[in-house]
């Protein structure tokens, strides 16, 4: 009974192995103000996330807005940011680690950037190319 119970255990621990699976995690680039640290798009079977890491830092600022952009980061001006981009979600906080699940429906490979605007102002913190 033990046997089947441990086959049965690896078996499950196997196959969520399979489905779970990260991307390289990519340093922020500044475009208007200093972003330090990096983040990753991490893909499980039940969700897609994008995870900032531990160092994440930049200034605080109002209406701070993530997107995924169409276009590359070197591409985008202050003024195009949403043309082809999907807005995720406010900023969370200014500094540190933090996630954002991106939503099922969102195919990742059709983008290019992941970016930090100030909505309110059109001011484009900075991001990085995925």
């Known amino acids: 009974m033990m046997k089947n119970f441990l ?8 196959f969520s192995f399979a489905f779970a699976s990260d991307t390289s995690e990519k340093p922020f680039v500044k475009k208007r103000y200093s972003i330090e640290g990096s983040a990753k798009i991490e893909t499980s079977e039940n969700s897609t996330q994008l995870v900032f890491s531990e160092d994440f830092k930049t200034k605080n600022g109002p209406d701070l807005k993530i997107y995924l952009s169409k276009i590359p980061l070197s591409e985008l001006t202050e003024k195009d940011v949403d043309l082809d981009a999907v807005r995720l979600s406010v900023l969370k906080s200014h500094r540190g680690s933090q996630s954002y699940v991106i939503p099922a429906n ?18 484009l913190w900075g991001g990085f190319d995925l």
């Open 7 to 14: 086959i049965v255990a690896s078996l499950i621990l196997s």
């Open 106 to 123: 969102i195919d990742i490979s059709e983008y290019q950037s992941i970016v930090i605007q100030c909505e309110a102002y059109s001011v």
